[in-house]
């Protein structure tokens, strides 16, 4: 998790009343919404998943301690952070290991990370900066590296709380403090799904609820694919102004199941979920 210098969120004072500030014409629509993920932890999602589809090259934005990183067997692996705080043997099941320690925009723009991988990404994990112009940034960047039959995991896009998405991390663990939740930031990264679904129907999102904050899973890529990259400045604007709340989570994944990780982690099943 990146801790870059963030812009504040002019919500904070909204959100200092309780962790959950939903009115009462909200509530029979976020009855639906999970108050709790009880999947499986999302490295173990990840872990298992690598293994299970014979990743050979593994890309990770926002590796930070390497709790996740450390976890996946491959033959390649390449891992950003603008600020590495390793404290796990990142190099664990893994023949050839590469960090970069820099913000991911200039990663991208500076590294040839398919020549870096001998080939096209088979499995990255997004978990940079929690604001959503940086992630989908990340998205269209890390796609462009991909293959159709590629996979995109996202994370922290299914917040539980509305004081964990706040855009400003001192603001969620002021307003946090006491809470279940207390230390939890997801920031409003689950706007990109919403993004995802507008801008780009030909994807396939998987939504699971990986503990503690969830995991989407993107497939059928597209690396020439340019609708996000080309309208970027349009989507920011449009999605800045989205209410950061957890009645517009709701909404977002009313219409989008949020599927338990077992169904995935069950022996092969996969394959009706992701491109394979």
Same mark, same amino acid.
């Given at each position: 998790m990146?801790?870059?210098v963030?812009?504040?969120?002019?919500?904070a004072?909204?959100l200092e009343? /309780?962790?959950?500030?939903?009115t009462?014409?909200?509530s029979?629509?976020?009855a639906?919404?999970?108050?709790?993920?009880?999947?499986? $932890? $999302? +490295? /173990?999602?990840l872990?298992?998943?690598?293994?299970?589809?014979s990743v050979?090259?593994y #890309?990770?934005?926002?590796?930070?301690k390497?709790?996740?990183?450390?976890?996946i067997?491959?033959?390649?692996a390449i891992g950003?952070d603008p600020?590495f705080? #390793?404290?796990?043997?990142v190099?664990?099941?893994?023949?050839?290991?590469?960090?970069f320690?820099?913000?991911?925009d200039?990663?991208?723009?500076?590294?040839d990370?398919?020549a870096?991988?001998?080939?096209?990404v088979?499995?990255a994990?997004?978990?940079?900066?929690h604001?959503?112009?940086?992630l989908?940034?990340?998205f269209?960047?890390?796609?462009?590296?991909? %293959?159709?039959n590629?996979?995109?995991?996202?994370h922290?896009?299914?917040?539980?709380?509305?004081?964990?998405?706040?855009?400003s991390?001192?603001?969620?663990?002021?307003?946090s403090?006491?809470?279940?939740h207390?230390?939890?930031?997801?920031?409003?990264?689950?706007?990109?799904?919403?993004?995802l679904?507008k $801008?780009?129907?030909?994807?396939?999102?998987?939504c699971l609820?990986?503990?503690? /904050?969830?995991l989407?899973f993107?497939?059928?890529?597209?690396p020439a694919?340019?609708a996000? =990259?080309?309208?970027?400045?349009r989507i +920011?604007?449009?999605?800045?102004?989205?209410?950061?709340?957890?009645q517009?989570? =709701?909404?977002v $994944?009313? %219409?989008?199941p949020?599927?338990?990780?077992s169904?995935?982690?069950?022996?092969?099943?996969? =394959?009706?979920y992701?491109?394979a």
């Amino acid at each position: 998790m990146s801790t870059d210098v963030l812009a504040r969120d002019t919500t904070a004072q909204r959100l200092e009343a /309780t962790e959950h500030p939903v009115t009462e014409a909200a509530s029979s629509t976020l009855a639906t919404y999970p108050a709790d993920l009880g999947g499986d $932890y $999302y +490295v /173990t999602v990840l872990k298992k998943l690598a293994k299970t589809r014979s990743v050979k090259r593994y #890309l990770e934005v926002g590796v930070c301690k390497g709790d996740c990183f450390s976890q996946i067997a491959c033959e390649r692996a390449i891992g950003v952070d603008p600020a590495f705080q #390793l404290k796990e043997n990142v190099t664990n099941g893994k023949k050839d290991v590469r960090l970069f320690q820099m913000p991911s925009d200039a990663f991208f723009e500076e590294v040839d990370a398919r020549a870096a991988l001998g080939g096209p990404v088979d499995l990255a994990f997004l978990d940079g900066l929690h604001q959503f112009e940086y992630l989908l940034r990340d998205f269209y960047n890390t796609e462009r590296l991909c %293959a159709p039959n590629s996979l995109i995991a996202m994370h922290d896009c299914l917040p539980v709380s509305e004081t964990m998405m706040s855009r400003s991390i001192s603001d969620t663990m002021r307003l946090s403090k006491g809470t279940r939740h207390e230390g939890w930031w997801t920031g409003d990264v689950w706007k990109v799904v919403a993004i995802l679904r507008k $801008y780009r129907p030909d994807l396939r999102i998987v939504c699971l609820d990986a503990a503690p /904050t969830g995991l989407v899973f993107v497939s059928n890529l597209d690396p020439a694919n340019t609708a996000l =990259s080309r309208d970027y400045c349009r989507i +920011v604007d449009e999605f800045a102004s989205v209410p950061n709340t957890l009645q517009a989570v =709701s909404e977002v $994944y009313g %219409a989008q199941p949020i599927l338990p990780t077992s169904t995935i982690l069950n022996g092969f099943d996969h =394959s009706l979920y992701f491109r394979a």
